[in-house]
């Protein structure tokens, strides 16, 4: 297992590399003199010709990057054209932030995508299969800014329950962001429980045990359930990157302090480092998350279990 | 002799083709959803060809007109006027063209790149196939969303830059699928006896591979401009989409935060707008995959 791991983790490393390298080349196309964005328009050429030296924006890209990554794999993002402080510490205050909005709203997604899967499956063709088909579709369809828009009128607007944006009011800060995410990732996850439970109690030892009289209720649950959700889980993997993606924009919505709603605000005020800086964290971020579904296959899955020795 | 077998065999292929695709439509026919999918679809395709034609861009579309900001919906303006005065029906209505053509645009980038990169690493196999799936596989190493915006950021908001990041982003996804579908027929003996008789690599690839392996490359084409559409929006919203004032959906929901207290209708009909485009393309995508390959079922 841990040979498995620190396999993985090796393999990890070409593919970070490829991918540092890749966000600095579309970064480093970016238009402009960053010498001058901290300048100012009115800087006086001298002086910026100066400052780009030091900065060492003269070097040729491979000596950049390479610098770039020195730096990174010590742990320093670069420094914040904008506000000349370190983009690790900026990245790094708001990192639990998104981790909270991350896991609150996959619980939310696999609290409402599970029982919806599982209720579809059993009664297959029924008006159940189809209400929850039919809702799991909805969080496909809608994009999640416009669910957290409605979410923010129903419930902050209208009702006064919730908070419109920000997090300053804790849990309850937290609910409708969580929300708004989770119910854009629940659809998939849905859909593949109700067709993986679909397959699997029509599998043989489903009707053997059947044949010895067990509750459906303990059929379910005990035999039938722990077979479906692997492909759950594959999805639930899957969606993560999407859900990344999602998280930008919900951060932005409810103008949660997160890495996405910083990137966005670094991408108005053209600060490059900080762009990169939370791109960085992001991919990193979605390759260990991958890397650890991929270990929860093996809990869930002996015979995936067994390949990892 | 051989002229007339040689005109049995077209006759016979050509029924067969026919009668091949005919099936997909009867078996596409016969589902409900698909139906509607398919139904709304062309609406839209509709909608998108025509509103540039019916409305005036300059006068109805951007024109702004503070004597008439703000209004609620009424028989004059069905679905009311935004923060500048613009009719909210006919920017939804003229938003579609542009997702759709971006969308479509967008797709065929992805798909004709996704078609050499894909094919080239599942027939080939071997040295070729690893170099293409690594470099793919940095490439999505980075969540789609995200690698668009970088690229937006870097490369700034036009229409061109959008399709560009977009298809970016893309790009891996098909060359994933199409090289999934080729591997799975590049064993078969009807490519085995067209290599056997001497047909060039490429002619293989374009003659006998790609159209046996045409049912997973389609349904991820219509699964993909939903999801192009979908980010493209999402995009606008921050602010790193289609540029003002052309309209655009999740420009327009952007827009539209600022006065949720008091005019939330506003927010109702470019979301509506985009929930009615993915969900319709998802039906017809969910229902090809089921008409193209009835063992999925």
Known sequence: ?309 | MNNVSAVKENVQISVKKKSQIADIWKRLCRNKTAVLGLVIVILLVLVGILSPIIFDYETQVIKTDYSNTLQPPSAAHPFGTDELGRDILIRTLYATSTSLSIGVVTVIVALAIGLVLGSAAGYFGGKVDMIIMRIMDIFLAIPGTLLAICIVASLGNSIINLVIAQAVAATPKFARVVRGAVMTVRDSEYVEAARAIGAKDATIIFHDVLPNSLAPIIVQTTLEVASVILSIAGLSFIGLGIPAPMPEWGAMLSASRAYIRDYSYMCMFPGLAIMITILSLNLLGDGLRDALDPRLR
């Open chain 1, 1 to 309: 297992m841990i040979k498995f791991i620190v396999k993985r983790l090796v393999a990890l490393i070409p593919v970070l590399l490829g991918v540092t390298l890749l966000v600095f080349f579309i970064l480093d196309l970016a238009p402009g003199d960053p010498a001058k964005t901290i300048l100012g328009e009115q800087a006086r050429p001298e002086d910026i010709a100066a400052l780009r030296e030091e900065m060492g924006l003269n070097d040729p890209f491979i000596v950049r990057y390479g610098r770039y990554m020195f730096d990174l794999v010590q742990g320093d993002l670069g420094t914040s054209y904008k506000t000349r402080d370190p983009v690790g510490e900026e990245v790094w205050a708001r990192l639990p932030n998104t981790i909270v909005l991350a896991l609150t709203s996959t619980a939310v997604a696999i609290l409402l995508a599970l029982p919806l899967g599982i209720i579809a499956a059993i009664k297959q063709n029924t008006l159940f299969d189809g209400i929850s088909m039919f809702i799991s579709l909805l969080g496909i369809s809608m994009p999640v800014f416009w669910m957290g828009l409605l979410l923010i009128l129903l419930f902050s607007v209208k009702l006064g329950w919730f908070p419109v944006a920000g997090a300053d009011q804790g849990i309850k800060s937290l609910v409708l962001p969580s929300v708004a995410l989770g119910f854009m990732h629940m659809a998939a996850i849905a859909r593949t429980t109700r067709s993986s439970m679909l397959e699997t109690i029509r599998q043989d030892y489903i009707r053997t045990v059947r044949a010895k009289g067990l509750p459906e209720h303990d059929i379910i649950t005990d035999h039938a359930l722990r077979n479906a959700l692997i492909p759950t889980t594959t999805v639930i993997g899957l969606q993560i990157g999407q859900m990344l993606g999602g998280s930008v924009l919900t951060e932005s919505v409810f103008a949660w302090p997160g890495i996405g709603r910083y990137m966005i605000q670094s991408i108005q005020g053209r600060d490059i480092p900080s762009v990169m800086g939370c791109i960085i964290v992001f991919a990193i971020g979605f390759a260990l998350i991958n890397l650890l579904v991929d270990l929860i296959y093996g809990f869930i899955d002996p015979r995936i279990k067994a390949q990892y020795r």
